[in-house]
């Protein structure tokens, strides 16, 4: 079993319980409660002492450590079964509530969750608000939380409140966004609006997640893709390629 290329740093942890005894068919975020390096989070992880692990995680920098190879079960989510089937990704966050998660790491966690669903046949990601979906795969949920197993907040209000999106949008670049199984996504037809604020900022992803590339000036753009994301009832990516734009502040011609 491979382990994503996006990695940059490895320091493996020799807290696992060997091979996985379940096919991995769920993602799990944490938030690390600090934020952390991919070196600091590997260093907690090395020692025995802490019986803790990750697959991976992403540093406050948004580079990814690997802790654990994806063959083996972490010891992350206080659930033996749902780590046997999870992979397992910490996050780098503030250290209290909400437990935000920077720009640079977010979007390097949405990524690393791509990389992770392609890798291993996940086709499509269902996350679900109510907790017995989760923790019992119920109608295709195949998201859970660490605080589903365990009396924590992990991983904060901040990732926990976004779940949705980043289902969104890992099913958006995996082109399952709106379909049912075997149903090819309906063919966007690109579209025109009307910039008139001057303070519109650009982003480089779907969401306030993603670092900033700029304002856009006042003037007639071409939408090509729209999306969900936190910040904005709908964003809307440009045809020039420079980013996305919150729909909440144009008029479509």
Known sequence: ?????????????????????????????????????????????ASPANPASSNYGVGRDGRIGLYVDEGNRSWCSSNGPNDQRAITIEVASDDREPYAVNPEAYAAMLDLVEDCCLRNGIKKLVWSTDKADRVNHRNGCNMTVHRD????????????????????????????AGSSEGEKPAAFIPYTVRVEIKDLRIRKG????????GFIAPAVYTIVEEADGPGA????KLKSGAGWISLDY???M
Request: one cysteine or more.
């Open 149 to 176: 197993y365990a009396a924590k907040s992990c991983p904060g209000t901040y990732l926990y409140e976004r779940m949705g999106s980043i289902a969104e949008e890992i099913n958006r670049r995996l082109g399952a």
């Open 233 to 236: 009832t709908k964003w809307g």
């Open 1 to 45: 079993m491979s382990n994503s290329s996006l990695v940059s740093y490895t320091r493996l942890s020799p807290n696992h319980s060997g091979k996985r005894t379940h096919k991995i068919d769920t993602i799990t975020i944490h938030c690390m409660a600090g934020q952390m390096t991919v070196e600091g989070c590997g260093a907690t992880f």
């Open 206 to 213: 779907p969401g306030t997640g993603y670092a900033a590339a």
């Open 250 to 252: 144009v008029k479509k």
